[in-house]
């Protein structure tokens, strides 16, 4: 794209850009009944192999044997999945109990009591974990780690130490090249929704595309290489889907949201390339992970070839570093069964356990994938991000074999104006707010 200046011509830079969605495509996956038990078998084998390799420098005087194999006194190392038994936890069938109306009318966001313990489990078996090392506000179901410790007159584990997963191998990223590349994330559009302002978009998609302020910032917007909207990019009124026959009328309020969608992406897709990831709100399949929306719901912008409709989760490359993000579900389901300080927090949690989405399939919907898990982290991203947070929020964390992660909480559009600039020569971001005047 290039954008009229009155000294010539800005000319965008361009990023070479790769794919690395394929391991959450479930195009070839067939539903045949299959348990989710079979995921589970499929993490503790991957995550089991994967900690035993990292025993011999971390425990080697240890043996290590499974729950079956516990004996009272005994010094050694099990590995399995943690299970975390909670007081409060919602279940299906308390929809249908007969106290049903003597439960809060008022259900609380976080399900964390004083009572709530650990449980390791196996295929052998399960034991209950003790000590103050492993803390169940911390954890959730579905991790996988070493613990050192031995079996107690009571039949619990008494944990002394704990292994997790760890940072896993990070490639080495791009030598400063001295060159700014910025990639511009946006998520909680929610287009359609009485909190969405139609303006705020419209600036911001002003502004990436060059048509808005001076030279220096046509310049910086020529600098954009990438723009990735992070989920909920449409509301449709819930009710409409009630499951009755929508008449002309309906049908009209249905799809207005997304044909307006459409025209906006349409803007940014002529001059930038532009990635669209589904979210929880979004016309796509519930459970994790969610596939591309559908090429038709845009018509408008699917005709460049800079338009690419993606998973959630998200992975891809530009110039050699390595993204991998989420529409935030992952981290919001954890935020109701774990306690942090900080949605980062979490990221880090996720990224050190190896793992995207620790609670599914336990409290967060996915596919019931029978020999692999995909939300298995094999590689070390460089950028880590989700999207529809309350706020904006970046940090970096560093893992002990050199790897540098940069973690970014989109804020949602609708809500603060505000979507995020990412640069890729030094990983560094900032916040680019727009309200009924341009800020930035």
């Not at 003790?130 to 991790?143: D, E, F, H, K, W």
């Not at 079996?151 to 997790?164: I, Q």
């Not at 540098?404 to 104006?417: D, H, M, N, Q, S």
Request: aromatic letters at 8%; hydrophobic letters at 35%; one cysteine or more.
């Amino acid at each position: 794209m290039e954008v009229d200046s009155e000294n010539g011509l800005l000319q965008r830079k361009q990023a070479t850009y790769q794919s690395l969605d394929e391991t959450f495509l479930i195009a070839k996956e067939t539903y045949k009944g299959q348990q989710y038990s079979q995921i589970y078998f499929a993490r503790l084998h991957l995550m089991r192999t994967m900690l035993y390799s990292l025993l011999p420098t971390w425990k080697p005087h240890l043996p290590s044997c499974n729950v079956l194999g516990l004996e009272q006194g005994k010094e050694c190392v099990i590995v399995g999945t943690l299970y975390k038994h909670m007081k409060l936890k919602p279940s299906v069938l308390d929809e249908y109990s007969k106290e049903r109306s003597a439960s809060p009318l008022v259900q609380p966001r976080n399900f964390l009591h004083s009572d709530d313990y650990l449980v390791l489990e196996d295929e052998s078996g399960r034991v209950k974990l003790r000590g103050a090392l492993l803390l169940p506000s911390v954890y959730v179901t579905g991790i996988v780690v070493a613990l050192h410790g031995k079996e107690t007159g009571a039949g619990d584990f008494e944990v002394e130490d704990l292994l997790e997963a760890g940072l896993p191998h990070q490639i080495d990223r791009p030598l400063n090249s001295g060159e700014d590349k910025f990639v511009v994330f946006v998520s909680g559009l929610s287009v359609g929704s009485t909190s969405a302002n139609p303006l705020q978009f419209q600036l911001f998609v002003d502004h990436i595309t060059g048509h808005l302020g001076d030279e220096k910032e046509q310049g910086m917007a020529a600098q954009i290489v990438q723009v990735v909207i992070a989920g909920n990019s449409v509301e449709i009124g819930r009710g409409l889907l009630n499951g009755q026959n929508l008449g002309p009328k309906d049908q009209s309020k249905l799809s207005e949201p997304i044909k307006e969608l459409d025209i906006l992406m349409s803007q940014i897709a002529a001059g930038i390339p532009v990635d669209i990831m589904p979210g929880e709100a979004d016309p796509a399949n519930f459970a994790l992970p969610q596939q591309p929306l559908h090429r038709c719901l845009f018509p408008g912008s699917a005709a460049f070839n800079t338009f690419r409709s993606c998973t959630n989760p998200h992975s891809f490359e530009l110039d050699d570093v390595r993204f991998l993000g989420t529409s935030g579900q992952n981290i919001d389901d954890l935020a109701k069964y774990s306690d942090a300080t900080c949605k980062l927090e979490f990221l880090e949690r996720t990224l050190r356990w190896r793992h995207i989405a620790p609670t599914a399939p336990n409290t967060l919907g996915c596919y019931p994938f029978t020999d692999r898990d995909p939300f298995f982290i094999e590689m070390c991203p460089h950028v880590y991000f989700i999207g529809n947070q309350e706020k904006f929020d970046t940090s970096v964390i560093k893992g002990s074999d050199g790897q540098v992660v940069r973690l970014v909480c989109i804020p949602k559009f609708a809500e603060t104006g505000t979507a995020v600039m990412l640069n890729l020569r030094n990983l560094e971001c900032h916040a680019l707010t727009f309200g009924s005047q341009f800020d930035s």
